[in-house]
């Protein structure tokens, strides 16, 4: 992904703040193209569900532009750093889950791939 | 005297089977440039891709439906009458069998489903030059095993194709086509040479509305493949149940459990 797909990421994780938020990654070929934003239904500083027209307009976006569905993020404003058990139980779509935590005011992101209740960490690569 | 001919002649069906498989080991074989069409439409991207193996499973396709009509040819009870009917199943099967056959990588993989692929199309032909006569001594169980054939063809195609992760707006005309082509088969089968071309629309726009509401549900190809022939099967043994003047209420049994059990088998299975 580029600067600007992480600004973008950064800037809506830190306005939700102290509230989980959430977004999708559409891109191809591994190379994000496009962060959509997602409403957290439920509105929770230890929770997130996306809101279901929301993703399903933000699906049917990706679609009607050639795209694929590369990553979900989330944020952890209270931590953990990485997927929490419940990430890990809920994660259905085989892609990168991206992980927003907080620490003393300073946002990091981690990628994580979950599949069969393991997640593993993935590297996330910044392009200029 | 001539005794009455049930089977097709060995050598043209050989012929037959043998040139559809080796139209498919070519298309596995050719590599070619792949040129894709993109068109942005308002509302959807277009991205069709065009290379050999697109033009190779239409071709196939073509190939097939003449083949099968050559095939009959030599039928001594088809009397002149027109071949479509016989070629809807052995075109469905070519076009079925070749797409997970583009998907499955060289192998083993790929030689057993080339020869699954084969067998199938050998039992199609067979099957459909039987059917020709409705007093041939096999008639039944070639009837019955194109049934199965045909709800097997579109389970086959709807968990390739989501395996492949096809785009949406391919999934969806490949679907209706193969719903379509499957129930309007089966309905003419069983309903005594009856074609239902408002049920078999119908049942295709039923199969691909839930296709199109299942598109973005994390479900595994089986998963899918499974929510969606459970709905064929139910509405076309509907149809079949109301066509054969059965109440509604006792037509509507069967097909309503075995839509359930193919929907609880999609939840419990992964």
Redesign the interface.
């Known amino acids: 992904m580029n600067k600007e797909h992480w600004q973008e990421m950064l800037h809506h994780v830190n306005r939700h703040i102290p509230l989980e938020a959430c977004g999708l990654l559409a891109g191809t070929d591994n190379r994000v193209e496009k962060v959509i934003v997602v409403r957290n239904q439920a509105q929770s500083p230890v929770q997130f569900v996306m809101d279901p027209y929301e993703q399903l307009k933000a699906f049917e976006w990706i679609e009607s532009n050639g795209l694929d569905l590369l990553g979900i993020f989330h944020s952890h404003p209270a931590g953990p750093e990485t997927a929490s058990a419940t990430d890990i139980l809920e994660a259905a779509y085989e892609v990168v889950h991206i992980i927003w935590s907080r620490i003393e005011d300073h946002w990091q992101a981690r990628g994580f791939w979950i599949k069969d209740s393991d997640a593993s960490e993935v590297r996330l690569r910044i392009i200029e | 005297m001539n005794e009455p001919k049930y089977l097709p002649d060995s050598d043209r069906i050989g012929v037959l089977t043998s040139t559809v498989l080796l139209a498919f080991a070519l298309n596995h074989l050719i590599r070619s440039p792949e040129f894709n069409l ?1 068109v942005q439409l308002p ?3 277009l ?1 069709i891709p065009l290379n050999i193996s697109t033009a190779m499973s239409v071709l196939t396709a073509g190939l097939t439906a003449t083949g099968m009509d050559w095939l009959l040819r030599g039928h001594p009870s088809l009397n002149g009458r027109t071949t479509f009917q016989w070629w809807i199943l052995p075109t469905l099967t070519t076009f079925v069998v070749g797409v997970p056959l583009t998907i499955l990588p060289s192998g083993i993989a790929w030689w057993v489903g080339f020869g699954i692929g084969g067998a199938f199309l050998f039992f199609v032909f067979l099957a459909e030059y039987i059917v020709v006569d409705a007093g041939a001594p096999y008639y039944a169980a070639a009837m019955a095993g194109l049934t199965a054939i045909s709800y097997t063809l579109f389970f086959i195609l709807t968990v390739a194709l989501r395996y492949s ?1 096809a ?3 391919l999934v969806i005309p490949a679907l209706f086509l193969a719903a379509a082509l499957a129930s309007l088969r089966i309905l003419h089968l069983r309903l005594s040479g009856r074609w239902e071309y408002p049920w078999a629309v119908g049942i295709a726009f039923v199969c691909i509305q839930i296709a199109a509401g299942l598109n ?1 549900w ?1 479900l595994s190809p089986i998963q899918f493949g499974l929510m969606l022939v459970g709905p064929l099967y139910g509405l076309t043994n509907l149809a079949i149940n109301l066509g054969e003047d059965l109440p509604t209420q006792r037509a509507a049994i069967e097909p309503t459990v075995a839509t359930a059990l193919c929907w609880g088998l999609a939840i419990f299975i992964r």
């Open positions: 993109e509302g959807f991207f991205s992760d785009r949406l707006f973005y994390p």
